[in-house]
């Protein structure tokens, strides 16, 4: 699902630049290989809009998952499974049209806004919601990437007896000492016959 | 017959506690109370010991009351303390922000197998502290508040986080599976340290601190109750082999420190090891000492705040220091290894006044431990074997068909998986492995470490001793296991009862131990009897055995 993510996000390359790419169309060709449907069925799609079904259903389906789960464990699936669709359905059932599309995107990249008339509100919902994913991203589970990188545990080498390692907040704290020790079991270390410090 | 208590074995039917229900609760569990039912939970910490400690808010209280005498301004504590955390530990910061709650460990805790109380699954143990974090520390918590998964701290919280965190053994299992290797162990001693600022301790736990801190080892041991009990034990190894030893208690100038966690010098099978230990180091020649002052390895600190575990720990390098030896050698235990390997040398260090560990036997200079200068007593046994150094006859140990508990400590923590194995296989003919998913890394706990192997918690322990116990009662069944050795003190207090409920017939030994009943000492008498000074079958005639079998009794 991750490879698929970032594929869909190359694709759309195609939308920003002028002229396409060669590795943007690399892509493409071999991203519908099977050449199934008119236009081709991207494989990425589909398994990305399956692979986020299957994690909902799992989320649902399992009680010790859906007891576990906070809104914002469903929030961001639904809202990549509505991108998901939504992107299926400009391609393949709403037939956008994409040179439009284009012109107005650029548009936008110019700071020169133009409003073709020929792009269904469809479009607009897919553009929002991935608005709404580029916003909410930063704050959200989304991020958990970060984590791998940054969890100690992943991190760090477990050398800590061959290596010191130094705490830069280490501060004293009150121990009892052998002075204090022997002051208090003196007579009976000495009765007993173990060495002491002083007599 | 006089009827059985919750803290007694005998209370608990095993078809009682194999009814069990993994499946979420009719209740959210933000709004589901802890119910405090007598096996489940350790007695709070007496006001004398947290005096002998300057520990906040000393009081005496039972953990049934329904106001637990929080001290004034108690959340603002909590808080402050949370965001002191947070700033110190990056563990804990990243840990209560990365969890997607994917549930990959749920069903890695042996408490929650053994119980199926959602709340100990990790990732929900986690989520108590979570959501206080997200609701006090987060954009998105304090703006949308129970929708982001934050909740109020109330003392329904704090009882709750006291039931939870006393119900965690802090053996990581759980890490191992988690894709961002989030460490619950880190987690739940975030959470007792929090607590600790409340006054709110385990007395199980406590005690021992308070003992250590005085008198240098967990028991309140004094300096010459140790050495009466080193002498027994003396008494009984020139009994089952005829050889007399020494032993060097607080000797200036001895090449090696040794010490131990103090369970081994009181409990059974816990003294076997402690008593093989003498024998090995007689037999070896080695010029080490006991210490009356740092006696004990174990360090029940890490179980109340990194600050009272730099406050025990201090005490070892110091006795080091002051006995002036070379180096460290540390006995058979879990979580004073973890304190050795994972903080000894930066809350206690740098040990430069010693030199890197050498053995006197074979010249390995044990260069892992370049640094901290501590040992591990199966490192320098392997090392020795390796080096043919010890005279084994495996054969003695013929009668024992043995399996290895790996320690959480020793295992994931540290790495220690192979020099105890090869020990065993040096000192026993038959030896046999658990199932995978239940040995090495992924050891199961034996459900009564971080604290928590007293009998006031013995539902909780029998129930986290499932996994385990049935992967011994699996061995026991397919090989005819009879011994399970484990090189830990705890795991030795806590699994005979385990072994007991979930695999009766199957004793609890140190490795130790096995080495010695195994090794040919110079000028040992007929070995007839092992160091238990029970009769090694095979050795003894008829009728001697029930005359020594009377013997040990007396004991």
């Known amino acids: ?199 | 017959m006089k009827k059985p208590k919750p803290d007694e074995m005998e209370y608990y039917q095993q078809e009682d506690l194999l009814k069990l229900d993994w499946g979420p609760r009719k209740t959210s569990w933000m709004d589901t109370a802890v119910d405090f039912r007598p096996g489940t939970y350790i007695y709070p910490g007496k006001a004398k010991n947290l005096r002998v400690l300057d520990l906040p808010n000393p009081r005496d209280w039972a953990v049934t009351d329904d106001d637990w005498q929080l001290p004034e301004g108690w959340k603002q504590i909590v808080l402050e303390g949370m965001a002191e955390r947070l700033s110190k530990y990056r563990s804990f910061k990243v840990f209560m922000d990365i969890c997607v709650r994917c549930g990959a460990c749920a069903d890695k805790c042996h408490f929650f197998i053994g119980s199926g109380d959602p709340k100990n699954m990790p990732v929900l143990r986690a989520e108590l502290l979570r959501s206080i974090y997200r609701k006090d520390f987060t954009a998105l918590g304090k703006v949308f508040g129970k929708l982001a998964g934050g909740r109020e701290l109330t003392p329904d919280v704090i009882k709750e986080w006291f039931y939870y965190f006393f119900q965690c053994t802090e053996c990581r299992r759980c890490s191992v599976f988690c894709p961002y290797g989030i460490d619950t162990a880190e987690i739940t001693m975030m959470g007792r340290e929090l607590l600790g600022l409340l006054g709110l301790y385990v007395n199980w736990v406590i005690e021992p601190v308070a003992n250590c801190y005085r008198f240098g080892n967990h028991l309140g041991i004094q300096p010459h109750g140790l050495k009466d009990t080193l002498e027994f034990m003396a008494e009984d190894i020139e009994e089952a082999t005829g050889i007399q030893i020494d032993i060097p208690i607080n000797k200036k100038g001895a090449e090696i420190l040794f010490f131990t966690p103090s369970g081994d010098f009181v409990a059974a099978p816990g003294i076997y090891t402690c008593m093989a230990y003498m024998l090995l180091f007689h037999e070896l020649g080695i010029d080490y000492t006991w210490s009356t002052y740092a006696s004990d390895g174990g360090n029940f600190g890490l179980f109340t705040s990194h600050e009272a575990l730099k406050r025990l720990n201090s005490k070892i390098y110091a006795e080091a220091k002051r006995l002036g030896v070379k180096w460290i050698l540390g006995g058979e235990c879990g979580h004073m290894w973890r304190v050795i390997n994972q903080y000894m040398d930066t809350v206690s260090g740098p040990a430069d006044f010693l030199e890197v560990p050498r053995s006197p036997l074979t010249g390995t200079v044990f260069e892992h431990a370049r640094s901290t200068k501590v040992v591990h007593i199966m490192e320098f046994l392997a090392d020795a074997i390796r080096h043919g150094k010890l005279n084994l006859d495996p054969s003695r140990n013929d009668h024992i068909r043995v399996t290895f508990h790996d320690s959480c400590n020793t295992a994931r923590g540290m790495g220690i998986l192979e020099e105890p194995r090869y020990v065993i296989r040096n000192a026993c003919n038959h030896f046999y492995e658990m199932p995978e998913n239940t040995i090495r890394e992924q050891t199961f706990c034996c459900g009564g470490g971080a604290g928590l192997g007293t009998d006031e918690n013995m539902e909780m322990r029998l129930r986290g001793g499932l996994p385990r116990g049935s992967a011994v009662r699996h061995v026991q069944e397919h090989h005819g296991v009879n011994q399970l050795a484990a090189m830990c003190a705890i795991d030795r207090a806590t699994l005979v009862t385990v072994c007991d409920y979930w695999a009766p017939g199957v004793q609890v030994t140190g490795i130790s131990e096995l080495v010695a009943n195994a090794m040919i000492f110079k000028g040992e008498k007929r070995r007839t009897h092992d160091l238990r000074l029970e009769p090694i079958p095979g050795m003894t005639e008829v009728g001697e055995e029930s005359e020594t079998v009377e013997v040990a009794a007396n004991e």
């Open chain 1, 1 to 199: 699902m991750h490879w698929s993510m970032l594929i869909i996000l190359l694709r759309h390359l195609r939308l920003f630049t002028n002229p396409v790419p060669f590795f943007v169309t690399a892509l493409e060709r071999a991203d519908g290989f099977m050449e199934v449907g008119l236009p081709v069925v991207f494989i990425t799609t589909v398994v990305f809009v399956v692979a986020l079904a299957y994690l909902l259903y799992r989320r649902l389906a399992i009680g010790q998952v859906r007891y576990i789960s906070l809104v914002g464990d469903y929030f961001p699936l639904f809202l990549l499974l509505g991108i998901g669709i939504s992107g299926f359905w400009l391609r393949h059932l709403a037939k956008t049209d994409i040179a439009s599309v284009k012109e107005m995107v650029l548009g936008l990249a110019r700071f020169a806004p133009v409003v073709p008339e020929t792009i269904s509100p469809l479009f607009y919902g897919h553009l929002f919601l991935v608005c709404v994913l580029l916003a909410y991203l930063p704050f959200s589970k989304l991020t958990h990437m970060a984590g791998v990188f940054l969890s100690p545990t992943r991190n760090m080498a477990n050398n800590n007896r061959t290596v010191r390692h130094v705490n830069p907040w280490d501060y004293p704290v009150k121990v009892h000492t052998y002075e204090e020790y022997e002051d208090e079991l003196r007579e009976k270390m000495k009765s007993a016959g173990i060495p002491v410090e002083r007599q």
